[in-house]
């Protein structure tokens, strides 16, 4: 909470500002969906992954639904890690698409999201009214697994 509480910008996120007394794990959460990375026994960031379909029938795709790093140990490769983690994580699970979402404005998780092999599918145009601009939601996602599917 303190690392989103740090983070929190319009750029990285279109939700409000957490509030006093709010959890970071709700109710039914699995705290196994949080990969946390640590820097000399300190988290340093982390990463949420999640189910975007109750469906069986879109069991095999897992979401990234926060990644986040301290702003003291950004731009040393915590994040790069913390996205590979949760690819093999989703790789592990049987996952075969990886998706998120990101803010058309968030040029360093975007430079990010793209080199780990992660493709534009398609743009929500001006999705979100963010410090009274209108800004575009983008939806990417990344091939994961490794069994041969031609559908996908
Ligand atoms: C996005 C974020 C997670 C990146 O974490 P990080 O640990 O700093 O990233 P890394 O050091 O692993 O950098 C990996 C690559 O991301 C890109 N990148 C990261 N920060 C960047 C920045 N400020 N400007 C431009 N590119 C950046 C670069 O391509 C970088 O590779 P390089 O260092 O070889 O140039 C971090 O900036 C953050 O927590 N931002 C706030 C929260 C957020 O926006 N989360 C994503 C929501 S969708």
Redesign the pocket.
């Known amino acids: 909470m303190a690392i989103d509480d740090a983070?929190w910008s319009g750029?990285?996120?279109p939700a409000a500002r957490w509030t006093p007394g709010r959890r970071f794990f709700k109710p039914d959460a699995d705290p196994g969906d949080v990969l946390v990375a640590e820097v000399a026994g300190v988290v340093a960031?982390y990463v949420k992954l999640g189910t975007p379909s109750p469906l069986a029938s879109g069991s095999h795709v897992l979401e990234i639904q926060a990644?986040?790093?301290a702003p003291a140990?950004?731009?040393?490769?915590?994040?790069?890690d913390l996205l590979a983690a949760a690819i093999e994580a989703a790789t592990e699970r049987g996952a075969r698409r990886l998706t998120?979402r990101?803010l058309a404005t968030?040029?360093?998780?975007r430079?990010?999201y793209s080199?780990m092999g992660f493709e534009v599918e398609g743009v929500l145009r001006g999705e979100f009214l963010i410090d009274g601009s209108y800004v575009d939601d983008v939806l990417m996602a990344a091939r994961v697994g490794d069994r041969p599917n031609r559908a996908l």
């Open positions: 983070t750029l990285s996120t960031g990644l986040a790093v140990q950004q731009r040393r490769g915590v994040g790069r998120l990101v968030n040029a360093a998780a430079r990010l080199s």
